[in-house]
């Protein structure tokens, strides 16, 4: 996260929020309602929100990744 310019309340914070981005997406949600989920709860930019939510995809839900994106 801090090499993506992220700052995290705490590790078990980050954690927390990557599993519920996660299962926002199991449970039917869209990516942009994740996306909206993590900038409401963070009040991070679009941006951060974007990358903080693609590498919780990336460790947490690989099968939600977009087709083509070496899931």
């Given amino acids: 996260l801090k090499d993506h310019g992220i700052s995290v309340k705490s590790d078990q914070w980050a954690l927390d929020l990557a599993h519920s981005t996660c299962d926002l997406l199991n449970n039917g ?7 909206k989920m993590l900038t409401r ?4 930019s679009a941006k951060k929100s974007t990358d903080f939510g693609g590498l919780a995809v990336y460790a ?6 977009p087709e083509g994106t070496g899931a």
Wanted: a positive charge; aromatic letters at 12%.
């Fill in 41 to 44: 709860t963070t009040k991070w």
């Fill in 29 to 35: 949600g869209t990516v942009n309602d994740a996306l």
């Fill in 60 to 65: 947490y839900c690989k099968d939600k990744l």
